[in-house]
Nanobody
C-alpha cells in the first residue's frame, strides 16, 4: 500500500510561484512513475508532469518552461515547482503513483491563481 499526501497549494496572483509537495510512503517498485495531475473546475483531470524513479521527466505543453517536477528520494517526496503562474493553472492538483499493477492517488491540493 502506498500513501500520498500533497501540500503547498494556495492562492497566488498571476505571475507568482508555488511549490507543491507530495510525501509518499510504502513500497515503491523501481518501475513506478510518479506524476502530478490537475483538475480544473468542470474539466477532466489531466497530467501536468511525470517523473520516473530514474529521474526522467515529461511535461504537458501548457506548463513546459514554467513548471519543474523533481524527487528527493531521501525525503520520500516529489515536488512540483510552479513559476509564472497563470489563471488557467487554477485547479486541484493531485499526486499519482503508478506502475503496471498499482495506481494510487493523493487527496489533492487546491491551487488558485488570480488575475
Amino acid at each position: 500500500q502506498v500513501q500520498l499526501v500533497e501540500s503547498g497549494g494556495g492562492l497566488v496572483q498571476a505571475g507568482g510561484s508555488l511549490r507543491l509537495s507530495c510525501a509518499y510512503s510504502g513500497i515503491i517498485p523501481s518501475s513506478t512513475t510518479m506524476a502530478w495531475y490537475r483538475q480544473a473546475p468542470g474539466k477532466q483531470r489531466g497530467v501536468v508532469a511525470t517523473i520516473t524513479l530514474g529521474g526522467s521527466t515529461t511535461y504537458a505543453d501548457s506548463v513546459k518552461g514554467r513548471f519543474t517536477i523533481s524527487r528527493d528520494a531521501g525525503k520520500a517526496t516529489v515536488y512540483l515547482q510552479m513559476n509564472s503562474l497563470k489563471p488557467e493553472d487554477t485547479g486541484v492538483y493531485y499526486c499519482n503513483s503508478r506502475n503496471i499493477v498499482e495506481d494510487y492517488w493523493g487527496q489533492g491540493t487546491q491551487v488558485t491563481v488570480s488575475s
